[in-house]
């Protein structure tokens, strides 16, 4: 499938949803940060996700996640898969969207396009190497992301 977009409003303007584990046992998460593009000559996704956040532990322990896009209808539901945390939240059943089992991975039933992801390299960023007041705005209380980011092995629309 080829999937083709406004590369720099679909994570800020649109969101995505980002998910790790299996059907049983997954979390997902609303992103508005991210990037698509290539490295090592492989299409490839970049996310980031806080250590603190429940999902970062699914994407630590699996290899590989999906990113997900969905229409404007959905905005609402992709705004609760966000505001909560999976820890104490069945956040498929609050949101109402259908999980979708890939095997590796999850999606939902109602997403537009989904990205099947290996992962293939992670890092920490490190205040030191930000700009102070993206630092002051961002990171005064929590730990700064973690990036992820995953070859691109499969496009999956509707």
């Known amino acids: ?83 909560m945390s999976g820890r104490d939240t069945d956040k498929d059943a609050v949101s109402g969207l259908t999980v979708k089992d890939l095997g590796q991975a999850v999606t939902y039933e109602e997403a537009e396009v989904t990205l099947l992801c290996k992962k293939i390299y992670f890092q920490d960023m490190e205040r030191p190497n930000m700009p102070k007041d993206v630092v002051g705005q961002h990171y005064t209380t929590e730990e700064p992301h973690r990036m992820f980011i995953g070859e691109v092995v499969e496009v999956i629309g509707k």
């Open 1 to 83: 499938m080829q999937f083709e977009t406004e590369i720099f409003s679909q994570f800020n303007d649109k969101w995505a949803l980002l998910s790790a584990g299996s059907k049983e046992r997954h979390n997902t998460m609303t992103i508005s940060w991210g990037g698509m593009g290539t490295l090592w000559f492989k299409p490839v996704v970049t996310v980031y996700v806080k250590p603190c956040r429940h999902t970062c532990h699914y994407m630590n322990d699996n290899e590989y996640f999906t990113v997900s896009f969905y229409p404007e209808e959905y905005k609402k539901a992709l705004m609760l898969m966000g505001s």
